[in-house]
């Protein structure tokens, strides 16, 4: 059970990530779903951070112990233990062989889980002016990952 200021917190933490995700032009459509159905969801847990992804809205939730993916265009909520998630980071600013459509730099957040339910979490961008966006959502997520 969690005390007065670490239940405050928690709100607070809440409310951070929904407000993050309905300022995301990609979630016009889903921010009932957000407010009512995930928020529901993380009623009493201790997030420790978020991240989410401007291209679909989807967001990944840290908790203590584990990670929760959230994809509102299916509709699911997928919870992965901390044990099971890896981070890769491709930079291909000096790839040649990178073709034209290719991102420059992508980082990707995944499980090796039962089919259909692995976690697959990725940003990337075109543009080397957002790549230090990208590098600090990386340090966040190795931060967790390492805690």
Not at 11 to 30: K, Y
Not at 107 to 131: G, H, K, M, Q, V
Request: proline share 3%.
């Amino acid at each position: 059970m969690q005390s007065g200021s670490d239940s405050s917190l928690s709100q607070l933490r809440v409310q951070e990530f929904l407000d993050d995700v309905c300022n995301l032009d990609t979630c016009e459509s889903h921010i009932s779903w957000y407010n009512v159905d995930v928020a529901t969801i993380l009623g009493g847990c201790r997030i420790l951070g978020h991240s989410t992804n401007p291209d679909d809205g989807s967001a990944v939730i840290f908790l203590e112990e584990s990670v929760v993916v959230c994809n509102p265009i299916g509709g699911r909520i997928h919870h992965y233990p901390k044990g099971m998630v890896h981070c890769f980071v491709d930079d291909k600013r000096n790839d040649q062989s990178r073709l034209e459509d290719e991102a420059i730099f992508s980082t990707e957040l995944f499980s090796i889980s039962p089919r259909d339910e692995e976690l697959c979490y990725i940003l990337s961008c075109n543009d080397e002016n957002e790549i230090p966006n990208l590098q600090s959502e990386v340090a966040k997520w190795l931060g967790w990952l390492n805690s």
